[in-house]
């Protein structure tokens, strides 16, 4: 999966895509993260999904005094993504 996916699924978590109900797309994220371990029916891949947002979003807005992620991290947010997708399809 290429940085550019991973961003695309973070931004489906941001903006509620990955349901139909109108009222979650237009929660703030922290509630659509909560909301996602019942939409999906899966407690661990939910925390996950927003363990990964919530890491990609520090990531997208690290400071100049802050080490960047390593690969092994972006690899392991990058494959939450890949199982996000690919259970919400």
Known sequence: MEPGAA????????DG??????????APT????????RYL???ELAGRVA?????????????????PPSSTELAMWIEV???FGERTG
Request: hydrophobic fraction near 35%.
């Open 7 to 14: 961003l695309a699924g973070h931004d489906r978590v941001s």
């Open 17 to 26: 895509s990955y349901t139909r109900a109108p009222q979650v797309s237009q």
């Open 30 to 37: 922290h509630a659509q993260l909560l909301c996602l371990r």
């Open 41 to 43: 029916g899966d407690e």
């Open 51 to 67: 363990w990964a947002w919530t890491s990609l979003r520090r990531a997208c807005h690290h400071h100049a005094y802050e080490f």
């Open 81 to 83: 993504v890949e199982a």
